[in-house]
């Protein structure tokens, strides 16, 4: 006989353990979240891009019943939050920099009279002058945005690697091309949302919406200018974030704000349209990218030039911008590079992190010109790129350590689905014509970049009952990371799901962690959690083996319970052992806590460095019809292979590739933020056209384990990696169809039109 | 220069750090708490001290509008609970063993609904016959209420150490008398209150007022038939447990149950009629002592036979009637000591666990006992004391180990300030006569009894600005355990107790601890602090020393910054240092946790063993007026001295002693529950009387520092020890003030004026 263990999870589809609690209407979003006496929030914005605030009357405001507070920014601190520029007030005063900005604040009994409160507040604007292109902001003769920043020059990047000339010099083909991208509102199902409260000692608890609760908890005590020590952040349920809720927006900062002023509890959630407003879209950038490449398809140099806009206040921009700037020279073999990026201020509302963080750009001007040149060399452009791809083991221009890589895979695999090599597209009758188009990209999994620590700690806890709590301070936003962490510590301490549970982080629990983004929690927390789970098993088996009177070597674990491996009816159950291990001499519960922090740099100034533990890649291949009346460009078929080193949870990566790949498309041909003089007019989901069913065809993808020796069980991150090649597979599919290059997205149908019409001309010219 | 360091508070007087959210009204109790959808619980009681139930119909009260749910017996799961007999069901089904007991719950949108749909359940009862003295349970024709329970025996002890028998012969002088002690209310300013629910993932969350988290979690598991991890209990502020609150009320047990079948938030908090059926209160016990002494006062023989009535169900009380039988023994150097405790059922409301837990019974009848010896031998009680007092070093006749003592240093205190051996209390005129009497008594400073482990665990995490938080499953029912946890750590680590905080008990958050009790938490979670925090301190050391470049040893700590020793102005602040510890390579944020378990044992069957890490030690001296026209008795001073090992926070072993004090004066002379066929007719403040302002004298006190090895610090508890001299003191000042020796508590002015006239009546006669 031999005992029976649980059946590992890992590596099957396992549906996410939040679940249940999401589709029975359970979970607790925080605009779902009520407590006794709370007060609803409303936030009033400024009408206009650029204007000087003349006067301030909230006098009919506060007199309105039911209105607590009404706060301008004279009642906020002087204190000027950001990430790398602190410039941005929590609520504007003297001057509003972008239509949107947070002017004053409400607080009120009900949310309608908070709202008709808004109405009240009498705000006096001299209009000003307002730059809303970089290229004008960059004159020197446009009005200064922020002070001190000549030219509106928010970060400049600037590097060269090899000799950019040099390559030049060996190239057979150089192509020059400028490609312009735009800003995509992360579209996230719950808007952002906080509960503030002040508790009995004074402090500020905040239950938010957010990827990262030490982050914001850093951000809140140094915005509201109190210690980091007073302030509790407690992540609610998050419904999406995409790069959006990082610490870019000032939901939680005035949230904060009100509470600290009433001494209540207040609740200030977005709805669509002030999310909209006031949310962290894409950066929009525009780059100008020269090639060099042999007639072989080598890449022998590249030059790029980009001019970001990052709005009124940089938030992350500059490392998005960085990002757009160098990350994608690491998936091929290059030697000779150069980036030149600049990063403007408008009058714009704010850009920033979204998923892909700035990769999504740079590649869909790479692949678009990888395509334009491998066709005028005669080459494939999958081809191209297998040829200069990156290999396992080695090391990028930029010093990126490629320990794994199935970028080469990825491509066949994605290539092979839409069967690239074997047949053209049978174009039909009438006006439709269809193309293909493939893309190839690559991302991190982690990042060293905001400190010189991309870690993770993990708390695995053994309950008298045998079962299992984690704690850890990474965020799960709806990607997984509850589950993954579940996944694990069931695996190593093979349990069933149902014995483990996961706690969501809360700054006064759960050890201190940077959060979700660059892909890292897989990786940085997946491992701390195996260590952690690794550490509890120890704890259990030596004192098993006391009880059971064998050493560990011959115990074996399995059902809960330890046993002898020769003798399996000599067993303890979890419980038992968890119970004696405190009720003994010396003893103590099980509780054990582990952190693994990646074994890479920070790059150096020269933006030189191994800054992440692992990379992921990916390859897409589309199918495209596009109509040449109506100019509609409909994606028929799509294969996205997705490298996450190995797939702990098909499923869950599975959903990732899927909605990377629909927001691709609705970036790539739907989305579109129309701005009127600085204002966002479309902010809403019956205007800001998100991809519908009908506008995706059947989601295909498949992944390529490639194994990371530095990923747990070989596991790299599977959340972005997926969005980058959608929108230049679908620009190379459209050239394909109907030979016409769209260099500036959304492709959308008067794009089409108007260059076919061009093209008719030209030719009848 | 040298850098300044921060006065510490050890020794000092310190206010509570719970003590502003207290008196500002923002605390929580239980009784504050209010989430959305809150229903409010209420419980039917018996009426019966005895009956079956026949019938059963709650349709008239689940058809008012409001209510929610209507719970009995039927509804309630088959698990029994209790201490170390599983004999209770949350709500009675078939039969009702004492007179308030849990019969039917409601759960309505407002308290008003649930009161009123307590009229409308319709239950039909046959009364039975009650048995409401231990005596007449014994009796052999007496009901039995408990099967299996022959003679309604709950508990039986029996143990003889040396030879009574040898010990009697040695005797110069013996005495027997025969002693009652009744039960005593515990009166917390905040009845018993929890606020259930249900979260998203289906856990059962609870907030209670609890000297025990943990336990409170394990019940609730335990008689709700769940997993232990699917329970989270967290602590609300409590007002005051003196021992009720550890596991022997239903309030939580209902609360839960409500919660789970309503699937809402559900608040019950007891009224304080409610509160008096369903807390238990203090052991009442008779107490037959026959003691043996030499001429020189030389205690040579002990037999003691105690009869206790645990009224329904058993709860604690078997352990509360085990310190009776056998803890006074170990105060005085005795060798020949016999106990015979039986624990009986009655139909009476439950008795149970109270501050001095069985040593009040006891002590009252030992002192008294002494008092009246001494007498007859021409000695000052107080020397016999003194020449029968256990000394540091020696082992008692039970095992224990008795590493500090203060017992001498305390008579002496006590009854140096009331000028004992100086002169007598003038006697004024009229009929008022004064009187002086002193009781010595010891307590336990933790105990090995739930089980082989007597320790805690404490968490202490350093955040980013440098700010500490400490977590600890140690109840703060307001003894001042967060107090004595933050004056620790901040000692350890120099810092002002502003940087340091407590969480409130979370079962999920918290290591695991046992709770409040024994005066158990100042010495073992003090310990386990110490051993946190300078583990704390030496993570920050040691980073300090790579950073500054200097060795550990040349480093000092001051000020919230480590510096260097002969160059101060070399330093880092916490702040930077813990910023540091996470931003490196391999770092991670400071949280250390220790744990620290007694050194004790478990007593053997023979009770035998040292089971406390330290024992407490406290003398008592008042001075009473009794008058004897009314027989009132009016304690008009007082000196309680206390053998606190080290006085941590003087200001709280005062509030500590002097609550104290006037317990045990309510207990002598005021409080007394009045029992009508078995229910509770003042179960309010109006009639059950404790002591008001004008019925207590100044309250005077002092420490004696006994310094325990063991102690954090050299300091023992703190909470218990001063309650117990307190009813014998005052007896045996009665005594020496007319002469007349009341051996059943409470001494009421009917008891004084008929013995009174029992003495004038045999003089006459």
Not at 253 to 281: H, M, S, W, Y
Not at 504 to 519: E, K
Not at 613 to 623: D, R
């Amino acid at each position: 006989m031999t005992a029976a263990t649980t059946q590992s999870t890992l590596g099957h589809d396992t549906p996410q353990v939040t679940a249940r609690a999401k589709v029975t209407g359970k979970a607790q979003y925080a605009g779902d979240l009520k407590v006794a006496g709370m007060l609803h929030g409303k936030v009033l914005r400024s009408p206009h891009a650029h204007a000087r605030i003349v006067s301030v009357d909230v006098s009919e405001a506060l007199a309105l019943p039911g209105v607590r507070a009404v706060l301008t920014g004279a009642d906020a601190p002087r204190a000027r939050w950001g990430v790398s520029h602190k410039e941005r007030r929590i609520l504007a005063e003297d001057v509003v920099r972008f239509c949107g900005e947070e002017v004053a604040a409400v607080a009120a009994v009900t949310e309608e009279i908070a709202r008709d409160a808004l109405d009240l507040i009498r705000i006096a604007y001299e209009e000003l002058p307002a730059v809303l292109l970089p290229e004008e902001a960059l004159d020197d003769e446009a009005p200064i945005i922020h002070d001190g920043r000549q030219n509106n020059i928010a970060h400049e990047i600037r590097f060269e690697r090899g000799s950019v000339a040099e390559g030049f010099a060996q190239a057979d083909l150089v192509h020059e091309a400028t490609y312009t991208t735009h800003a995509q509102y992360p579209g996230y199902l719950e808007p952002m949302g906080t509960l503030a409260m002040v508790d009995p000692e004074g402090r500020l608890v905040v239950w938010t919406s957010t990827q990262s609760a030490f982050l914001a908890r850093a951000r809140l005590a140094a915005a509201l200018e109190r210690p980091v020590s007073s302030v509790r952040v407690i992540q609610a349920t998050t419904g999406g974030g995409f790069g959006g809720k990082i610490v870019e927006d000032a939901n939680q900062l005035v949230a904060g704000l009100l509470a600290l002023k009433t001494g209540k509890p207040v609740r200030l959630v977005n709805n669509r349209l002030e999310d909209f407003l006031a949310c962290p879209t894409s950066l929009p950038e525009r780059i100008t990218l020269k090639l060099g490449m042999t007639r072989d398809g080598l890449i022998v140099a590249k030059d790029v030039h980009i001019v970001a806009d990052c709005g009124a206040y940089a938030g992350l921009t500059s490392e998005v911008m960085h990002v757009s700037a160098m990350r994608s020279d690491n998936m091929h073999r290059l030697n000779n590079v150069r980036s030149h990026a600049t990063l403007v201020y408008t009058h714009a509302p704010p850009h920033g992190a979204f998923r892909g963080f700035g990769g999504t750009q740079m590649l869909f001007a790479l692949n678009s010109h990888i395509h334009m040149m491998a066709e005028q060399l005669g080459l494939d452009p999958a081809e191209v790129h297998k040829r200069n791809a990156i290999g396992a083991g080695e090391v990028s221009v930029h010093g990126w350590k490629v320990a794994s890589t199935g970028l080469v895979e990825c491509i066949d695999q994605a290539t092979a689905a839409l069967h690239w090599h074997e047949k053209r597209p049978a174009q039909p009758d009438g006006p439709v014509r269809r193309g293909r188009g493939m893309a190839a990209a690559m991302h991190v999994s982690g990042n060293r970049t905001i400190g010189n620590w991309d870690g993770s700690t993990v708390v695995v806890k053994i309950n008298e009952d045998g079962r299992v709590m984690i704690h850890s301070g990474e965020s799960d936003m709806g990607q997984g990371a509850a589950t993954m962490l579940t996944q694990i510590v069931a695996h190593e301490l093979d349990l069933p799901l149902s014995h483990v549970s996961v706690m969501l982080p809360d700054t006064d629990v759960a050890p201190f962690a940077i959060g979700s983004f660059a892909s890292r929690v897989t990786i940085v927390a997946g491992n701390a959690a195996i260590v952690a789970a690794r550490k509890a098993k120890a704890r259990l088996l030596d004192l098993a083996a006391i009880l059971l009177e064998v050493p560990v070597d011959q115990l074996a674990v399995g059902n809960a319970a330890i046993h002898v491996r020769e003798a399996p009816d000599r067993q303890l159950a979890f419980a038992d052992i968890a119970r004696q291990h405190i009720w003994r001499h010396g003893g103590e519960a099980i509780q054990v806590s582990a952190t693994w922090d990646a074994k890479t740099v920070m790059h150096d100034d020269k933006v030189y460095g191994n800054v992440a533990p692992a990379y992921s890649f990916a390859a897409q291949a589309v199918e495209v019809e596009v109509d040449t009346e109506t100019g509609r460009v409909t994606v028929v078929d799509n294969f996205v292979s997705d490298d996450c080193g190995k797939a702990l949870n098909p499923m869950a990566i599975h959903g990732q590739t899927n909605g990377a790949t629909v927001q691709a498309i609705g970036w790539a041909l739907y989305e579109q933020l129309q701005l009127e003089a600085g204002r966002i007019v479309n902010g809403n989901f019956a205007d800001y056209t998100m991809p519908t069913a009908d506008a995706v065809p059947m989601l295909r993808g498949g992944f390529v384990e490639s194994n990371d020796p530095n990923g747990p069980y070989g596991a790299k991150g599977a959340s972005e990696t997926a969005i980058l090649p959608g929108a230049p597979a679908i620009a190379n599919a459209v050239y394909d169809a109907i030979g016409v290059r769209i260099t500036d997205l959304p492709i959308t149908p008067e794009k089409i039109l108007a260059a076919l019409r061009r093209r008719k001309e030209a030719a009848h010219a």
